[in-house]
């Protein structure tokens, strides 16, 4: 009789520790859940900040000059966007055209002769409709973060 309650005690203790354990797993695999979300949000907030700035720089550029000239700053502000985005894992569309817009700001002319149709792909409207969609990406993914809490 004793030595059934030990067995019994044992039992019940070592599917105390098993439970525990699971938790343990599962709290792990949530945080891990957790901080790739944050990770994702704090991407797109990277890729919206720039792309912003890119777009609101341009917008002020074509607002005060001839917006078929070579203009280097420019160039390098949408370098600089598409190397963001590359870095930060972005898909390959975005990265491209934010790097064919840096390239119309070296050789616009180029572009106008030459590639009509990725003059279209690269206009201001859009680039604001990929800023749109990074935007809606963000915020489904705030949302769930404040669901988590």
């Known amino acids: ?10 039992s019940l ?9 699971n ?4 709290n792990l695999v949530n945080k891990k859940s957790s901080d790739n979300e944050f990770k994702k949000l704090e991407k797109l907030g990277i890729a919206i900040r720039n792309l912003e700035y890119s777009v609101s720089e341009t917008f002020l550029y074509i607002s005060n000059n001839n917006i078929h000239q070579t203009n280097h700053e420019l160039n390098l502000i949408w370098k600089n966007t598409s ?3 590359r870095s930060n894992g972005f898909d390959s569309e975005l990265v491209d055209i934010t790097f064919e817009k840096s390239l119309y700001y070296l050789n616009p002319e180029y572009y106008r002769k030459n590639e009509k149709q990725k003059i279209h792909e690269i206009t201001l409207q859009q680039m604001k409709k990929q800023l749109a969609t990074l935007n809606k990406a963000h915020e489904r993914l705030t ?3 404040q669901l988590k809490f």
Do not use: A, Y
């Open 23 to 26: 938790q343990t797993n599962d």
């Open 13 to 21: 203790f070592q599917l105390k520790l098993d439970l525990s354990k």
């Open 143 to 145: 949302l769930k973060q």
């Open 1 to 10: 009789m004793f030595l059934s309650l030990i067995q019994t005690v044992t």
């Open 83 to 85: 190397e963001i985005l």
